[in-house]
């Protein structure tokens, strides 16, 4: 049994990262969050970014631990604020990880913009770091419309506040979905399953 290190404390990342590599047929994989592993200095994101912050990440695992490490950096781009938060994301109201917070400063800044211009995309970029330099980044982005107050019991972060393209019709935010709906639309379900091929090299 081979294990990947991703490099997070999510513990719904982690559930979802597992559901794509059984959802592959993948057998011989074990993906095991930073919980499970001997604690290591952890390297500011200090990336310009996505791509930038999931490689600092996933070198730092792999190094410190020695295994394949996969790291996700994701966060929400909104058109009418030129691609922000972006990077900044989980941080946005200046407390990193607090999504209450963060989601009413989203709404407070886009208070007076129409529906047709609140535009947005879910972007996540996934880098899969082997201990012999190997570096594989791939990219997902999900575009949708950030919707006037939050909905749905689901999801974490932006997830009640944006209404997919693909889902607009049924009126359903991301937060709306069930995780399994949620992982074949997803910015990082289409990352992730661009890595497909090389867990599969690595479950021998």
């Keep these: ?3 990947v290190l991703l490099a997070s404390r ?3 990342k982690l559930a979802e990262l597992q559901r794509v590599v059984d959802a592959a047929g993948i057998t ?5 969050g930073l919980d499970a592993v001997p ?3 952890e390297e500011p994101e200090t990336g310009a970014t996505f791509e930038d912050n999931a490689l600092i990440k996933a070198r730092a695992g792999a190094k410190a631990i020695g295994i394949p490490c996969l790291a996700d950096d994701s966060g929400i781009a909104v058109d009418a604020l030129n691609g922000m938060p972006g990077v900044l994301s989980a941080r946005w109201s200046g407390r990193h990880g607090d999504d209450p917070a963060n989601n009413s400063l989203l709404l407070a800044q886009l ?3 129409p529906d047709e211009r609140r535009g947005a995309a879910f972007v996540s970029a996934c880098a899969l770091v082997l201990p ?3 570096e594989t980044v791939v990219r997902g982005e ?3 419309r950030v919707l006037r107050e939050e909905r749905g019991p689901h999801g974490f972060g932006y997830d009640p ?3 997919p393209e693909d889902e607009i019709a049924a009126g359903r935010s991301a937060a709306e979905l069930s995780p399994e709906e949620k992982d074949g639309l997803s910015h990082r379900g289409k990352a992730l399953a661009q890595l497909v091929p090389a867990l599969r090299a690595l479950a021998g």
Excluded: C, H, I
Excluded at 28 to 32: L, S, Y
């Design 10 to 12: 999510n513990r719904k």
């Design 1 to 3: 049994m081979s294990s």
């Design 39 to 41: 604690d290591y200095p």
């Design 142 to 144: 999900w575009r949708g």
């Design 111 to 113: 208070s007076d913009t």
């Design 161 to 163: 506040l944006f209404a």
């Design 28 to 32: 011989g994989v074990e993906v095991v």
């Design 132 to 134: 012999d330099g190997t």
